[in-house]
């Protein structure tokens, strides 16, 4: 008798915890937060990477970045010794065009990791296309209340196998991120610093992102120039990507 | 000719944009000097190389673009030649889902890194050097026509054996017509051309399964030579060690057959003054005699615009009974920096 008024106890406590969690969708909340981060379906942005070692300046890269829709992104790379180069992401399938080959060069998922910035970084930005979204819980990073979201990779183009992601609980402002490899390595953190406005749509202008490997190590991606602009499919053709 | 390398210390590399316009442009300056040991034939076994490379495209409001890749080369080997390369120099038209062009255009339809079946407009592809370091290749003056929908592109080329200059040896004037699209991340090209008095036809692939491997192939048929065929694959590490293997079995009745294997990695190590640093290691064989030839490349990034790297090839084989056995020397060295706005 005892047993079972226990057992009728703890289920009504669990009941009642259930019903006091906010109903969240936390695919929603991703799609937000993509929308937040990224501005428009169809846009062009410049993107500058700086690499810090020891908060000493090591690298900078320039980008200029196409993208259109969920799955198509054009990279041209413009810094002096990368110039000629671009990338082009299609869903899952990725190419690379060198000036020296003077041909699109199809790469894998792993030659996408290189430096703290990786292209993935810079060619996949619209997560809820890539990563399944599970709520976590609510929490403070600083004076910020956040949702924590679970993202698990459901692509095999996705970059990062898991990422814990931090969203701004009043709008579903991306504030930071933790990001896993398949071996469950804990790689690279993310914040998201800054954003703009541009034709009343919010974009990301600033982020930082820090080597979990190296701690000395950073990088800051810094996105200017970002115009919303109608792009030709043609634009995110494998066969035209010798030309800019 | 003598050629007065004048340095453009103006030149840097930028962009002007007025409405949608466009343009790109870009110098390098490389010197590099090169010494042959076990020289085998008369002449100098040493020698330096000057090229200088401006680089210029302008794209005028998503409808009409202009490109030009030039190099003035001077090479000193016991004497002194100079000479002024048009890689590229092409006029291109946007209209809609077509792109046309006309002009001299490097264009490759092979998807093998050291030797191609259907690549029947490429430039000559040299195992020893897949990626054309010096970027001294030159297109072909040819008039194309693209059309894009969806994963779809059609493209009918025009290449002549030489217009303006001189006709390049064995080469003919090519009418051609490719269809590539992208099925279930197969990247797959048909290709058919007619090269003179004969008819080519072929077919490649690439394709990326898991995280780490790249599978390509080619696969060509010819009136005159016969078929052709390569098959490859690329493996990449999780600590970003690239592998590639190719086998390739030329059109010739010959019936030659290849190996090439390249091992190499970008940013050695992710550790300031290691990841300036890009090595690869390759080797091509003749199957047939046993031949082969090592190559070593090694280079380091200093700053933005500053590239130092050694290249030494080493052959080996039965001296003046194998392909690469009758290369005049037992190894080539060459040292050199580029220098890019």
Same mark, same amino acid.
């Given at each position: 008798?005892?047993?079972?008024l ?7 406590a $669990? ?5 006091a969690?906010?109903?969240i969708?936390a ?8 929308v937040l981060?990224n501005?428009s379906s ?10 810090f070692?020891?908060?000493k300046?090591?690298?900078?890269h320039?980008?200029?970045?196409s993208q ?8 041209e790379?413009l ?11 299609l869903?899952?399938?990725m ?8 041909r699109?060069?199809?790469?894998t998922? $792993?030659?996408? $990791?290189?430096?703290?910035a990786?292209?993935?970084?810079v ?8 990563y399944?979204?599970?709520y976590?819980r609510?929490?403070?990073?600083g004076?910020i209340e956040c949702?924590v ?7 095999k183009?996705?970059?990062y ?6 969203l701004?609980a009043?709008?579903?402002?991306p ?10 390595k ?6 998201f610093?800054?954003?703009?406005q541009?034709?009343g749509r ?7 992102i820090?080597?979990q ?6 990088s800051?991606m810094?996105?200017s120039n ?5 792009l030709?499919?043609?634009?995110f053709?494998?066969?035209r990507l010798?030309r800019? | 000719?003598r050629?007065?390398?004048?340095f453009?210390l103006s030149?840097?590399f930028g962009?002007s ?5 466009e ?5 390098s ?7 042959a040991a076990?020289?085998r034939?008369p002449?100098a076994d ?5 090229l ?5 495209a302008?794209k005028?409001s998503?409808?009409?673009r202009?490109s030009?890749?030039?190099?003035a080369?001077?090479?000193?080997q016991?004497e002194?030649?100079s ?12 209209a809609?889902?077509?792109?046309l ?10 998807t093998?890194?050291a030797f191609?079946v ?13 990626t054309?370091?010096l ?10 026509a693209?059309w894009v ?5 059609v493209?009918?080329?025009?290449a ?6 001189k006709?390049?040896?064995?080469m003919l004037?090519?009418?051609a017509?490719?269809?590539?699209v $992208? ?6 090209s048909v290709?058919v051309?007619?090269e ?6 072929g ?6 399964f898991?995280?780490?491997?790249e599978l ?8 005159t ?8 694959g690329?493996?990449t ?14 059109a ?10 390249r ?6 190590r992710e550790?300031?003054g290691?990841k ?16 082969r030839?090592a190559?070593l490349?090694?280079?380091r ?10 290249h030494?090839e ?6 003046n009974?194998?392909?690469?056995g009758?290369i ?14």
């Amino acid at each position: 008798m005892c047993n079972r008024l226990l057992w009728l106890v703890a289920g009504g406590a $669990l009941t009642a915890a259930a019903a006091a969690l906010p109903d969240i969708d936390a695919q929603a909340l991703l799609r937000e937060s993509d929308v937040l981060r990224n501005g428009s379906s169809s846009y062009v942005v410049r993107i500058k990477i700086t690499n810090f070692e020891a908060d000493k300046q090591d690298e900078e890269h320039l980008y200029a970045v196409s993208q259109k829709g969920l799955d198509k992104t054009h990279v041209e790379f413009l810094s002096p010794r990368e110039k000629g180069r671009f990338l082009l992401m299609l869903g899952d399938d990725m190419w690379i065009y060198l000036p020296d080959t003077s041909r699109p060069v199809r790469i894998t998922p $792993l030659e996408r $990791l290189t430096g703290d910035a990786s292209n993935g970084d810079v060619a996949r930005t619209n997560y809820a296309y890539d990563y399944d979204a599970v709520y976590l819980r609510t929490e403070k990073v600083g004076d910020i209340e956040c949702r924590v979201l679970e993202l698990s990779a459901k692509r095999k183009g996705s970059t990062y196998h898991k990422i814990e992601y931090w969203l701004r609980a009043e709008d579903a402002r991306p504030v930071k991120a933790e990001f896993y490899l398949t071996s469950g390595k804990h790689i690279k953190s993310a914040t998201f610093d800054a954003y703009g406005q541009e034709g009343g749509r919010t974009y990301l202008t600033r982020m930082t992102i820090h080597d979990q490997i190296r701690k000395n190590s950073h990088s800051v991606m810094e996105y200017s120039n970002y115009e919303a602009r109608q792009l030709p499919d043609k634009m995110f053709s494998q066969g035209r990507l010798d030309r800019f | 000719m003598r050629s007065i390398i004048i340095f453009l210390l103006s030149a840097a590399f930028g962009w002007s944009q007025s409405d949608n316009s466009e343009m790109r442009y870009s110098v390098s300056l490389t010197d590099e000097g090169e010494f042959a040991a076990g020289l085998r034939v008369p002449g100098a076994d040493t020698g330096n190389l000057l090229l200088l490379e401006p680089t210029f495209a302008y794209k005028s409001s998503d409808f009409w673009r202009f490109s030009t890749s030039l190099a003035a080369v001077t090479t000193t080997q016991g004497e002194t030649q100079s000479q002024l390369r048009v890689r590229e120099t092409y006029f291109g038209i946007d209209a809609g889902d077509l792109d046309l062009t006309i002009g001299k255009r490097l264009l490759r339809w092979g998807t093998g890194y050291a030797f191609t079946v259907t690549g029947i407009l490429d430039p000559p592809r040299n195992p020893t050097d897949p990626t054309d370091r010096l970027n001294l290749n030159e297109g072909r003056e040819m008039a194309t026509a693209d059309w894009v929908s969806g994963r779809n592109d059609v493209t009918v080329a025009w290449a002549s054996a030489g217009l303006f200059g001189k006709r390049q040896p064995g080469m003919l004037d090519t009418a051609a017509i490719r269809y590539n699209v $992208l099925v279930d991340g197969f990247d797959t090209s048909v290709i058919v051309a007619h090269e003179g008095s004969s008819t080519f036809s072929g077919a490649n692939f690439t394709r990326v399964f898991g995280e780490a491997v790249e599978l390509h192939g080619e696969f060509g048929w010819s009136d005159t030579t016969g078929a052709g065929a390569l098959i490859g694959g690329k493996y990449t590490t999780r600590s970003g060690v690239t592998a590639i293997a190719e086998f390739y079995t030329p059109a010739s009745a010959e019936r030659q057959q290849y190996g090439f294997v390249r091992v190499g990695k970008s940013r050695l190590r992710e550790r300031p003054g290691w990841k300036e640093w890009d090595v690869t290691l390759s080797l091509v064989t003749n199957l047939g005699d046993g031949s082969r030839i090592a190559v070593l490349d090694a280079g380091r990034r200093f700053g933005k615009h500053f590239y130092a790297y050694t290249h030494t090839e080493s052959p080996s084989g039965k001296r003046n009974a194998s392909e690469f056995g009758a290369i005049p020397y037992s190894a080539l060295a060459s040292i050199g920096v580029t220098f890019q706005l």
